[in-house]
Nanobody, 118 residues
């Protein structure tokens, strides 16, 4: 089986920074695109950022210039550096990864809460 374990969430004041991490473990044959989604209170779930195995990135317009996604392929880990946080960034952040064990499938982490408030 595969597990995605997130860490790094918490509370931060507006203008602050947080770094999320997500490590994939298990019987992984190949690890492809990894990314982060989020769901704020009363909002629909939305894509935040993705990164391919080759390092190509994609961001939601709302986080461009403030968030940076990166990955360490040797550690099967994806990161999300979040700067200049605002209360609108408050959400549960979910890691996801396209992983091939036998067939290609998308896996999700359990979510980590990020709260931005003064």
């Amino acid at each position: 089986q595969v597990q995605l374990v997130e860490s790094g969430g918490g509370w931060v004041q507006p203008g602050g920074s947080l770094r999320l991490s997500c490590a994939a473990s298990g019987s992984i044959l190949s690890l492809y695109t990894m990314g982060w989604d989020r769901q704020g209170p009363g909002k629909q779930r939305e894509l935040v950022a993705t990164i391919t195995s080759g390092g190509s990135t994609n961001y939601a317009d709302s986080v461009k210039g403030r968030f940076t996604i990166s990955r360490d392929n040797a550690k099967n880990t994806v990161y999300l550096q979040m700067n200049s946080l605002t209360p609108e960034d408050t959400a549960v952040y979910y890691c996801n990864a396209d992983i091939r064990i036998i067939r290609l499938q998308t896996y999700w982490g359990q979510g980590t809460q990020v709260t931005v408030s003064s």
